[in-house]
């Protein structure tokens, strides 16, 4: 790359600041007090839910709770403005994290109560056509319909077209959820929202935290991919990197040179730093894509990426799904052969992971470690007739 170009990348990187030419939303918080919307979000709520005591209890004295909802939200508003019982405002209580280890990773999950959850779909509610609006179209995970199947279709799109795709760039962002900023996600927040008292019950909710947004609670998935937009628009655009996937904070990058993809890390790293006081892993990798010579020699990596090893002729699983899925076969098999029933959850579980062999190219493990062991059709009959009879109830 000339210097020219490098430089003009530098001048970009130093004068990122939020744009202010967007379309902006006002009124926010006065949506957040009608009924309609109240009682929507307490219907996202409560799907998969409704054994629970607590939704229940809502359930049995709905009308109630949503105008004690609303009186919530109508007394909660900045310090200096007048509130008719500032005691009935939402105050943010002290939660004690849950520590799980997922992947030789240990993370807190933070599960708030259940009025509390309520008061975050209402919000996404809300956020949610906002985000969604000016989102990159590749940007998976967390939004409505675009998971991993939906990333996969469209990076197999992209190799299918053979165009600048003979090295990738794989990046992660260090500790992502733990090391955003209050101050700086609320900065970007002001950008488009003006509306001091919506924005205000957004921070409200993250109170507690010196830094970084929870995981466990519903509005930490959106606002992280609010926050990484501008990021997304800085690859793709100002870097003219077009064939880029970000699936939360990962991000892969395919490209036509070694060097290019080099020099675009790097501009990514001092982006990241300067505007959102984040860092990229160290671990970052930048290989030759996987390609088969003339003389049948093959040369390059495959990309792991969201579940799946993608090649350039075909699309495999993950070794570690792969092996789970065989695994939980052959325990459905020895409970079969030993006279014991299912547990639903690994019924759903097993279900689960046939999407991931429907749609790559692993028949042939299919064929050899699940089919002999487990009949899914006569699981998904279990599963279809466990919800008819959650239905009845």
């Not at 004690?68 to 109508?74: G, L, N, Q, V």
């Not at 800085?234 to 996937?245: A, D, P, Q, V």
Request: proline share 4%; hydrophobic share 35%.
């Amino acid at each position: 790359m000339r210097r020219k170009e490098l430089w003009q990348q530098r001048q970009a990187i130093d004068t990122a600041t939020p744009e202010t030419n967007g379309k902006q939303y006002k009124y926010l918080y006065r949506r957040m007090l009608d009924e309609d919307v109240i009682r929507k979000a307490y219907k996202k709520l409560r799907k998969g839910k409704t054994k629970r005591a607590e939704i229940k209890a809502i359930d049995a004295d709905l009308d109630n709770e949503v105008a004690a909802m609303r009186r919530m939200i109508e007394n909660t508003k900045p310090p200096g403005v007048p509130v008719e019982h500032p005691e009935l405002a939402y105050r943010p209580r002290k939660r004690t994290p849950k520590i799980i280890t997922e992947k030789g990773k240990r993370r807190k999950i933070y599960m708030p109560e259940i009025h509390e959850q309520w008061l975050h779909h209402i919000i996404v509610l809300i956020l949610e056509p906002i985000i969604t609006a000016t989102a990159y179209p590749f940007s998976c995970g967390s939004f409505p319909k675009r998971g991993a199947h939906y990333g996969k279709k469209q990076v197999e799109r992209w190799i299918r077209s053979g165009e600048g795709i003979r090295y990738f760039a794989k990046l992660d962002i260090r500790h992502f959820y733990d090391n955003i900023s209050h101050r700086v996600l609320m900065r970007e927040l002001r950008v488009r929202i003006k509306d001091d008292w919506f924005l205000y019950i957004i921070q409200l909710c993250l109170a507690g935290f010196k830094k970084g947004v929870p995981l466990g609670f519903y509005i930490s998935q959106w606002l992280a991919n609010y926050l990484l937009e501008p990021l997304d628009k800085f690859i793709t655009e100002t870097l003219g990197l077009k064939r880029t996937m970000r699936y939360m904070d990962d991000i892969s990058i395919f490209g036509a040179a070694k060097k290019g993809l080099h020099q675009a890390v790097q501009a990514i790293r001092i982006f990241l730093g300067r505007r959102f006081r984040l860092r990229l892993k160290r671990n970052f990798q930048v290989c030759k894509f996987d390609f088969t010579t003339k003389k049948g020699k093959r040369i390059g990596r495959p990309l792991d990426y969201m579940g799946f090893l993608f090649f350039r002729e075909k699309t495999l699983i993950r070794k570690s799904i792969m092996l789970a899925a065989t695994r939980l076969a052959s325990q459905l098999h020895r409970a079969k052969e030993a006279g014991r029933g299912y547990f639903s959850t690994h019924i759903k579980a097993m279900l689960s992971y046939m999407g991931w062999f429907d749609c790559s190219d692993t028949y042939g493990c299919y064929e050899k470690h699940i089919k002999p062991f487990v009949k899914i059709g006569r699981l998904k009959k279990i599963v279809s007739k466990l919800d008819r009879r959650e239905k009845k109830k």
